[in-house]
């Protein structure tokens, strides 16, 4: 029975053995027929593609080139046309891949192909050398010599030297470096552009709108910008006509990115005006005169030093005056009760309402008749320094703005309804005639022009042609 049981367990066990033999068997048929196909697949594959090199830009497929040889100097000809403009050969950050892989043949580009699709794909950088502004940077050149240049324009943009005037300092307000920094090929500027940018300013688009009490003046000065600029940003915007409060100005804003100062003195022959003596002659009419002696001019030299801000006049101090020739006073005899008349003006209503104080400052000699009723003071006498700051006392057109007479550099403003103003002995005027100003802009600067014993302003309001007592408008 235990014989029996073990022939039977003997022949299953046979059996497995048998069974498990013919799975190894068909294993093997089965892994050959697989490599074989395997082969057969390959064979056909080597037949029909190659080994070629693939160029990845941070991981992303490119460009596909015969050898890894050809790649690099791809990569080499877009490194180097990147940074041709810089005179320089630029360099990337990115990270730029070159994989030998197999791939059909018509994959293949032409190298120009190749060249354009890595130029776009690869950020690339040059070094530049960027002009700074208080830390900013304004715009960036290849070479240190082109950003030099840059400066040296927007400098000789506002320094011009004359004959008569020679300069001996010239700066900028603000801390400009020139610094190496990278820069993206196409972020680099030209020369002339680069100039024409610092010196446009920082412009801007402004919706403003009207508040009460404002006018062109204000405005201007809230967005620190001048009148002139105002108006040309706002063809719609009529200085003659009244802001509305409410209504909208598209203004441009213009924000200069750099202040040249410039430092320097100049000489001229200036005329030394004639005064005028007044003789009371009661035996001619009211406001009737009449010359008895003519006067003669004479000259000085004349030379000062200045300083200018973007070209605008900020200082302007006589250092010393040579008398050429003296001049002869004019003598005149006039009525009684008769007051300088003071040439052409409009003539009008005479409505005077709102003028402003040119400038504050003490009254150092009134209105009126003086020196024991020989000379008529035709203004009052405002006691500043030469280079103070002086405003119009309203708006109006400037019917004068140059030399005249005794009253040295002298503005006259036309206010319409036969009203003017005038400002005399000035250092500097920042206003030409035509020019329309408006109150409380500044015009000028005082100064010790013209016949006077020391700086001051001259201030005239003139009515129908004849002198009133600025006290009473004002
Ligand atoms: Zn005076």
């Known amino acids: 029975m235990v014989k029996k049981l073990n022939l039977v367990m003997m022949l299953k066990e046979k059996w497995q053995s048998i069974k498990a033999g013919n799975r190894k068997l068909s294993q093997l048929i089965f892994s050959i027929l697989v490599i074989t196909a395997l082969l057969s697949a390959g064979t056909y594959y080597l037949v029909s593609a190659s080994g070629v090199c693939a160029i990845s830009v941070n991981g992303e497929q490119v460009a596909v080139v015969k050898t890894k040889a050809e790649a690099q100097q791809i990569l080499n000809k877009v490194l180097h046309l990147e940074g041709a403009p810089a005179g320089q050969v630029a ?3 990115d990270k730029v891949g070159f994989t030998i892989i197999r791939a059909q043949t018509d994959n293949v580009m032409p190298q120009v192909v190749a060249i354009k699709d890595l130029d776009q794909k690869l950020k690339t950088y040059v070094n530049g050398y960027a002009i700074n502004v208080n830390g900013s940077t304004l715009c960036t050149l290849a070479t240190k010599a082109q950003a030099d240049q840059v400066l040296q324009m927007v400098e000789n943009n506002y320094a011009k030297p004359t004959a008569q005037q020679s300069i001996s300092s010239v ?19 030209g020369v002339q552009q680069a100039a024409q940018t610092i010196l446009n ?13 404002d006018t062109l003046w204000t405005i201007a000065r809230k967005n620190d910008m001048l009148i002139k600029d105002l108006v040309a940003s706002n063809p719609k915007l009529n200085p003659q006509t009244l802001l509305q409060i409410g209504q909208h100005l598209d203004i441009v804003t213009v924000k200069p990115y750099v202040h040249v100062i410039v430092d320097g003195t100049g000489s001229m022959t200036e005329t030394i005006p004639y005064s005028t003596i007044y003789r009371t002659e009661t035996s001619l009419p009211a406001y009737a005169t009449q010359t008895l002696k003519e006067g003669v001019a004479g000259s000085k030299n004349v030379t000062y030093s200045f300083e200018t801000d973007n070209g605008s006049a900020t200082k302007n101090v006589v250092l010393s005056e040579q008398v050429l020739q003296n001049p002869v006073a004019r003598i005149v005899a006039r009525g009684a009760e008769a007051l300088t008349y003071l040439g052409s003006a409009s003539r009008g209503s005479g409505d005077v309402n ?21 000379n008529f003071h035709t203004g009052i006498d405002i006691g500043v320094g030469v280079g103070t700051t002086y405003v119009a006392a309203a708006d109006g057109v400037v019917s004068l703005a140059g030399w005249d007479g005794g009253y040295g550099k002298c503005i006259v403003i036309d206010h319409g309804n036969g009203v003017q103003t005038r400002y005399a002995h000035s250092s500097v005027l920042m206003v030409n005639v035509g020019e329309h100003v408006y109150k409380g802009q500044p015009i000028g600067l005082s100064g010790n ?6 700086p001051h302003l001259h201030f005239e309001v003139i009515i129908n042609g004849l002198t009133v007592n600025p006290l009473d408008y004002i």
């Open 171 to 189: 700066k900028f307000a603000e801390q400009v470096t020139v610094q190496v920094q990278q820069a993206q090929p196409e972020q680099l500027s």
């Open 91 to 93: 360099v990337t950050n």
């Open 201 to 213: 300013g920082d412009q801007h688009n402004l919706d403003y709108v009207i508040q009460p009490s």
């Open 354 to 374: 709102g003028l402003i104080w040119p400038l504050r400052g003490p009254i150092t000699s009134p209105y009126g008749w003086r020196d024991n009723h020989t």
């Open 449 to 454: 022009t013209g016949n006077t014993t020391g």
